[in-house]
């Protein structure tokens, strides 16, 4: 693990977190309209299925609240992979992410070798951005969260969820993982057999940890996994 990510910031959250979106900031420069426009091009030429859907992103977190606005997906990423346009766009876009428990252990996920986000690495399954879902404003993370592990690991039902436990933000990117405990009564033989048959391409790899062998646990994961394995796991 590098530096970087072991100085992500990791802040508490109250279980009553309250979601607040307000209209989204206008962009009057066209040098970084020009900018945006050349960094989705060329992440097309290379993921040509992206989608610019709509992302939130915060322009205020507290243990309690979180007040934020939805705008274009290619913003964020052109974010991600400018320097310039980063300092310029200023933006904190929002995640969610689980520590999927089961029977066996904790459930993990290695991230495709071509993801556009940290390739790699594991982590707590799922994970991904809070992205609009049909004409809805209400931003519904537990929703989201379910969403995303139906897509990821191919499966939804029999599964409970912890409230929001932390956010966790990524120190270059700025993008702010809220953190989930899940807990299912699925051993972890039935969760690999439904992440082959069902679920999209996110993980190359699916690995489960006894409870009790987190501690020497050597694989390397993102931070915000480790924050809620301190939390989640005695």
């Keep these: 693990m590098t530096d970087t990510q072991t100085s992500w910031h990791v ?10 979106c307000h209209d989204a900031p206008f962009l ?14 060329d992440a097309l030429a290379v993921h040509p299925r992206l989608y610019n859907g709509r992302v939130f992103c915060l322009s205020e977190l507290t243990p309690s609240r979180l007040s934020g606005f939805w705008c274009e ?12 346009l980063a300092s310029h766009l200023k933006l904190r876009s929002l995640a969610v992410t689980g520590l999927l428990i089961c029977p066996d ?5 290695r991230r495709n070798p071509n993801s556009l986000y ?3 690495y594991w982590q707590g399954v799922p994970a991904g951005s809070v992205e609009a879902r049909g004409e ?14 139906d897509e990821e690991i191919g499966f939804s039902d029999d599964v409970s969820l912890t409230p929001p436990l ?19 009564t699925r051993r972890f033989d039935l969760i690999e057999s439904a992440w082959r048959k069902r679920a999209n391409d996110e993980y190359d ?17 993102l931070p915000t996994t480790r924050a809620m394995m301190e939390r989640l796991v005695p």
Excluded: K
Excluded at 172 to 177: A, Y
């Design 166 to 184: 932390l956010a966790c933000e990524h120190t270059e990117t700025h993008i702010v993982d809220i953190g989930f405990g899940i807990h299912t």
């Design 118 to 120: 940290l390739p790699g």
């Design 105 to 109: 252990g904790v459930v993990l996920g």
């Design 136 to 149: 809805q404003e209400p931003v519904d993370l537990g929703a989201q969260l379910l969403a995303e592990l």
């Design 73 to 84: 997906y290619r913003w964020v990423l052109a974010q991600m992979r400018s320097p310039a």
């Design 11 to 20: 802040t508490p959250l109250s279980p009553a977190l309250e979601i607040v």
């Design 28 to 41: 009057n420069d066209d040098t970084v309209e020009a900018g945006i426009d050349e960094v989705w091009h």
């Design 205 to 221: 790899r699916l690995e489960c940890h006894p409870l009790d062998a987190l501690h020497t646990l050597e694989t390397t994961v």
